[in-house]
């Protein structure tokens, strides 16, 4: 069976994650408590000819911000999930921010929710974002979920304090 380059790297980030210790879930689950974000990103794109289905989609999201060096050694320890974007400001020090995102966001957010304290519900909300194998399989109903959800982890985040 051919994959596509999304489903392979959900496949290897599987392989990946569940190879991980309780040790190194416990202190990625203690990064994103306290330097990171879990959202849900939403797309509108402009639906072309023949493509009725693709004007909006849902991204799921977990991002840690911090100093460069830490987070590219922690992600190279956890098999290079993710990627690696670092911000450079004449004036100021690096920022580096570590995107996960969609399937790669799924599992490790499944494995980590044990060990968050912070931000449990929201990746409670992530995993309960409906997912589905085709755009053709949506329904309003599934379009409405995906929002509510969208909609409800945007305002745990602006709690502050993942509550």
């Known amino acids: 069976m051919l994959l596509s380059k999304h489903s392979r790297r959900t496949v290897a980030a599987l392989e990946i994650v569940t190879h991980l210790s309780d040790t190194t879930l416990a202190y990625l ?13 939403r797309r509108d794109k402009p639906a072309t000819r023949g493509d009725r289905a693709r004007g909006l989609s849902y991204n799921l999201k977990i991002s ?3 100093e460069p ?3 590219y050694n ?7 999930l993710g990627s690696l974007y670092i911000r450079k400001r004449f004036g100021q020090r690096h920022l580096a921010e570590w995107i996960i995102a969609h399937g790669q966001a799924r ?16 990746v409670e909300l992530l995993l309960e974002m ?3 194998k085709s755009r053709w399989e949506v329904t ?23 509550r």
């Open 64 to 66: 840690i911000a911090g």
């Open 69 to 71: 060096n830490h987070l």
């Open 74 to 80: 922690l992600r190279q320890d956890v098999g290079n």
């Open 107 to 122: 599992l490790l957010a499944s494995r980590v929710m044990p060990f968050l304290r912070l931000k449990r519900r929201q």
């Open 140 to 162: 309003p109903e599934i379009r409405q979920k995906q929002e509510a959800i969208r909609l409800e982890i945007k305002s745990l985040n602006k709690l502050g304090k993942g």
């Open 130 to 132: 409906p997912q589905f």
């Open 29 to 41: 689950a203690g990064m994103i408590d306290g330097e990171g974000s879990i959202g849900v990103r």
